[in-house]
């Protein structure tokens, strides 16, 4: 007990909160089994990640064509090959990235890739850029009308 003169642990609260200080420690080195309560909260989340308006207003945009990969947290959109049955030797493959939760035109980018068919062969083919323009303005027109009907 030599040591007890060097800290003057005579008052009963000291001594409490000298004993209760190691308990106070390992509780918050996570000891216990009880989890945050941030991992609770996080499986309620349902919202998503990007402008809703936009993403839906991309699905519909791209409701003709099959959809090989749609993730609305990252607000990716990338379609499989479409053929139109119309021009059966040339296909299509759109992919859009919505980039932020605003609903602004600069939010939206489209990339489309071109394929025709040559002896056999799918060969790359260059797309329009007024084709890719027409399709974000077709998206950003369906955006608008949308928060147009939500709003009232």
Do not use: H
């Amino acid at each position: 007990m030599a040591l007890l003169p060097l800290f003057s642990l005579r008052s009963s609260g000291l001594r409490a909160a000298a004993l209760l200080a190691p308990v106070a420690l390992l509780a918050a080195c996570g000891g216990g089994n009880a989890r945050p309560a941030a991992d609770i909260a996080a499986s309620q989340v349902t919202s998503i990640g990007v402008n809703s308006y936009l993403w839906r207003a991309s699905l519909d945009a791209l409701a003709f064509m099959p959809l090989a990969q749609a993730d609305s947290a990252g607000g990716v959109i990338v379609t499989d090959w479409y053929a139109n049955p119309e021009q059966p030797g040339e296909r299509v493959k759109v992919s859009v990235s919505i980039l932020d939760s605003d609903l602004r035109a600069d939010a939206l980018r489209v990339a489309a890739s071109r394929q025709v068919l040559q002896a056999g062969t799918w060969v790359e083919a260059p797309v329009q850029a007024a084709t890719v323009q027409r399709l974000e303005d077709i998206i950003l027109t369906k955006a608008r009308d949308l928060r147009r009907s939500t709003i009232g």
